[in-house]
Structure formats: C-alpha cells, structure tokens
C-alpha cells in the first residue's frame, strides 16, 4: 500500500510540474528576422531527413557571420507546431505554422527531403498549395533530393530541367512524364528553381546558390568554415540558360 502511495504522489508531482509551452514563449523563441536580410524557410514535416535539411541550413545560417553582403534569416515552417519527427530520429520544434501563422515574407524556400514525398505528402493538399503560393513570390526555390517530387506536384517544374536522388529519377519519370528531368548532374539550376541531388550534396548546392548571390569568394569563406573544398567547376551541374535545353 505504501509502494502504490508513493507512485501516486510521484505521478501527481510530474503532472502538476509539466509545463505547456504557451504560445507567447513560442513566440519568443523564434528566430531574430533581421531586416534587409533574405528570408529563407525550410519546409519541414516528420520523415524529413536530416542531411538534406541541415546542409543548406548550415550553409545559409553561416551568411550572418561574412560582412558586406546581405545575409540570410532561416527558420523553419510546418503544418504544426509542435515537434516534428526526422527519419533520423531528431525532433524539431517549427517556428512557424503555415496554415495559422502570419508569416514573413519568403525570399528562398528549401525543401528538403522526407521519408513520404513520393507517396501520402503529395496528397496534402495544404502542403502543396503553400509551396505554390510561396513560389509565386520567391527569388528562389530549391528542393534536395526527393523534394523536387514537391515541386512537381505543385506544377512547378513544368517546362523546367530539374533532377532528383539518382535512384528516383526513373520514377519521377513515370509519375511525371511530361517533365525533363535529367540523370548524371548533382544539381540542375533553371529560371528561380535549383534542385540537387540530396545527400551531401545538399552543401554543394547551397553553396552554388550562395555563390550566384554573394560571389565566389564568399561561397569559398562559407565552404572552409564548414572544411568543405569549393569549386563549382569541378561539380557535376547543369545551368540552363534562356532557350537552352540540351539534353
């Protein structure tokens, strides 16, 4: 009787020690939007996988830290709230849900990779009609690996080059036979649209975009801050130009 007593007590303790967090902490948790910055948001949902999220956010957090360009405000928008799940295993908290939250306006948006892109996430609705409604606006959108099955739900690489995981490409084929969609490059840029490879390759991509926007040096200074060699030159990629589609 003295064992159940004790146990009661403790589970009362617990309950009455757990802390919701409230909105306005929330709040005050999100990311400093400092203004005159590029605003980049990752789209992120459970199954999203680490690298493909994490490498362009690791290159585009470090433009804070280079002097004379405009840098870049990341954060991160979900259909929630609360935790998101990777494939890996880490939980994310979002700053921003996208289907209640007012939210800033979106320069970039990444979207990287997840564990459903090439089956039950294509069928949220919601999700996708807010990938295109931000594409609308946006200087760019990038997407790693299986993201780019995203972008084609979403109509937006419809007389675009684009690429995707090499083991996908043939499926992204069948499921969108209308789109040109290349093999043996790691990332293909075409009009505002960059999509990469994924994988580790997620940094070389980021690193091309950083590059297209602040020059080569500061892709190279953000490169060796993360010990990566950086060349664009020696990366398989594709840049089509007005008009050129060759295949």
């Not at 064992?3 to 999100?30: D, Y």
Request: aromatic fraction near 10%.
């Amino acid at each position: 009787m003295k064992f159940f007593s004790l146990l009661f007590a403790a589970i009362l303790f617990i309950n009455c020690n757990h802390k919701e967090i409230t909105t306005s902490e929330i709040k005050s948790q999100l990311p400093e939007l400092v203004e005159g910055r590029y605003n980049v948001a990752f789209l992120i949902m459970d199954g999203t996988f680490n690298t493909e999220f994490t490498a362009p956010f690791d290159i585009f957090q470090h433009t804070k830290y280079r002097k004379n360009i405009k840098a870049m405000n990341v954060f991160t928008v979900a259909n929630t709230k609360q935790p998101i799940t990777t494939f890996e295993g880490v939980r994310i908290l979002p700053d921003y849900n996208y289907l209640i939250d007012s939210l800033p306006k979106i320069d970039i948006l990444v979207v990287p990779s997840a564990e459903h892109h090439l089956d039950t996430d294509l069928e949220d609705k919601p999700m996708i009609d807010f990938v295109k409604k931000v594409a609308k606006d946006a200087l760019y959108v990038t997407s790693h690996c299986d993201g780019a099955f995203v972008l084609a739900k979403a109509g937006l690489l419809e007389n675009t080059v684009s690429t995707t995981f090499p083991s996908d490409i043939d499926k992204m084929r069948a499921m969108f036979p209308n789109l040109d969609i290349r093999k043996k490059v790691l990332f293909v840029h075409d009009k505002k649209y960059i999509t990469s490879a994924g994988g580790a390759k997620s940094f070389e991509a980021a690193l091309y975009l950083s590059e297209v926007l602040y020059g080569k040096e500061i892709a190279k200074s953000l490169a060796k801050g993360l010990v990566i060699d950086w060349n664009v030159d020696d990366v398989s990629h594709l840049v089509v130009e007005p008009n050129t589609t060759d295949k």
